[in-house]
Structure formats: structure tokens, C-alpha cells
């Protein structure tokens, strides 16, 4: 469930300790920040109003919450691009069968999401030079536990505002293209 920040400056508690941050400049004076804070051991969660873990963005510069939501064992981190208007977080979240990436579109006064995806083997995240303008993903991901794994390709798309997938291969296809080109370079 995401949320909106109304403004309200975040108070940190003796209920919540901080266990990832990240810490962004979107120019001149303006520093954004964002953490995952996590209920201590002793604090029991309350369904609907406390959660167990949240994701808080902050204007630093302003004081103000740009952003909060509920989550689960996460990490954020900052891939270093940007994304049109805003610079991009990363949040990945492990699960039970699988994880999961979030990536949101952060700017002065609000946080978008752009992708949000689970998967059960791996996220890469490809550099410009690779694929042509933007930072993109490979994803490698199997519908079920025992299918085949299969990498898909997100970029973002300016027309859709979000990253889209924009090809696929069979992980053991990836994986001999790999292998061919390292044994060209041990030769």
C-alpha cells in the first residue's frame, strides 16, 4: 500500500530503527532521503496501523514526507541514473518463493513507482552504454517453481512513464552466449 506524504514532517520513535538508507541530491539545496525503518524486536506490529517495516522518503531541504508505504525485508539503494523528471531509487525486497524490485521515480515533492516486479533468481541492472539511452533490468524470472528460467529485458518508456519489457531469451540461452564469449577471451 503506498501513500502520499501530506506534508507532515517525519518524526522518528523509539518504536523504529533505520536498516538501509539512501541519500540522493536533486541539485542545487535539495537532498532527498530515504529508509527503510524497521519495529524493533520488542514492538508488536498492529495490523492497519503499525506496520512492520516502511519505506520513508524524505525532502530533507523541506523537512517534508514525500512518501511512506508498508514493507516487507527491504534494502534501497541508489542506482545512480535518472529517471525523466526525478532521480531513480531502488528498493529490492526479499520473500518466501521469490523477491521483488521496486523502482520509483524520486523528485523534490513526490515519488513515483516505474517498475515493480517479483521474480525468483536475479536482478541486473544493465548500465546505458548497453542498451541505448536508458539504465535497464534483466530480470530472471520462472512463472512457476518448475519452469525453465527465463530473463526478460525492461527499459524505461517515456509514452508509458514506467520501464516495459522489451525482449526475452531462456536464461540457458543468455547463459551460452555468456559462456561463448568468455571462452573467446581465455583463447
Same mark, same amino acid.
Given at each position: ?169 531462456? @536464461? ?9 564469449? @568468455? ?5
Amino acid at each position: 500500500m503506498a501513500v502520499a506524504g501530506n506534508g507532515t514532517p517525519s518524526t522518528p520513535t523509539a518504536e523504529y530503527e533505520t536498516v538501509s538508507i539512501a541519500s540522493f541530491s536533486l541539485g542545487r539545496d535539495i537532498k532527498v532521503q530515504a529508509t527503510i525503518e524497521s519495529l524493533k524486536e520488542s514492538i508488536p506490529a498492529i495490523s492497519g496501523q503499525k506496520p512492520r517495516a516502511k519505506l520513508v522518503i524524505k525532502n530533507l531541504s523541506s523537512g517534508r514526507v514525500i512518501h511512506e508505504e508498508e514493507c516487507g525485508d527491504s534494502t534501497v539503494s541508489d542506482p545512480g541514473f535518472w529517471i525523466d523528471r526525478g532521480t531513480a531509487l531502488v528498493m529490492t525486497t526479499k520473500g518466501g518463493s521469490g523477491d521483488g524490485i521496486r523502482v520509483y521515480e524520486v523528485t523534490q515533492s513526490d515519488a513515483r513507482i516505474v517498475l515493480t516486479q517479483s521474480y525468483r533468481a536475479a536482478v541486473i541492472m544493465m548500465p546505458n552504454d548497453e542498451l541505448g539511452d536508458d539504465v535497464g533490468f534483466l530480470i530472471v524470472d520462472a512463472e512457476h517453481a518448475t519452469d525453465p528460467l527465463e530473463v526478460r529485458r525492461y527499459q524505461y518508456s517515456r509514452e508509458k512513464k514506467q520501464f516495459v519489457v522489451t525482449g526475452k531469451a531462456s @536464461f540457458s540461452q543468455l547463459m551460452g552466449a555468456f559462456k561463448a564469449q @568468455f571462452k573467446k577471451g581465455s583463447e
